[in-house]
């Protein structure tokens, strides 16, 4: 448990520093890749597990930590909560109202694409429609934390 500590506080501190831009859904394959395979030899060289027969994936659920992946869902999941409680600027909420439908019959609130372009992807509105189908319309009555609690049992287990 100590070293779980020490490597998240010297090492994934600094790896996912200002994720919310650069970790997004819509990254290639490779580049994902590579980040899952530089987060598992932080694991490795910080538990020293050279010689580990376990996948990537295996040994960030045994040792408990989030891929890069869940990670990446983990805080959309974040920002989507903190866009709904108005604690984002207002320019970002007034332009994510035109991408927001809500669903009666399934209780959701769902984000739509609306980019033009490729470059549109990356607004934070385009970003969560792969991660507002996964959150229920009840957990944004909830506080910060006991969210952070529903998302870390949804997305990091």
């Given amino acids: 448990e100590e070293m779980k500590q020490i490597c998240t506080a010297f090492a994934f501190s600094r790896f996912y520093y200002g994720c919310q831009i650069w970790l997004l859904p819509s990254l290639h394959k490779s580049l994902k ?3 899952l395979s530089l987060s598992t030899l932080i694991l490795k060289s910080s538990f020293l597990l050279h010689e580990w027969p376990l996948s990537n994936v ?3 659920t045994l040792v408990g930590r989030a891929t890069p992946e869940q990670y990446c869902c983990y805080s959309h999941a974040l920002a989507m909560f903190n866009l709904f409680k108005n604690e984002c600027p207002s320019n970002v909420w007034v ?3 035109f991408n927001l439908i809500f669903h ?3 209780n959701h609130y769902f984000f739509t694409s609306n980019n033009t372009t490729r470059v549109g992807k990356n607004s934070l509105s385009n970003r969560l429609d792969f991660v507002s189908r996964k959150l229920k319309l009840d957990w944004l009555s909830l506080t910060k934390i006991a969210m952070k609690v529903k998302c870390k049992r949804l997305f990091l287990s």
């Fill in 33 to 35: 890749q590579k980040l």
């Fill in 95 to 97: 332009s994510s109202q």
């Fill in 58 to 60: 295996d040994l960030h």
């Fill in 104 to 106: 009666p019959r399934n």
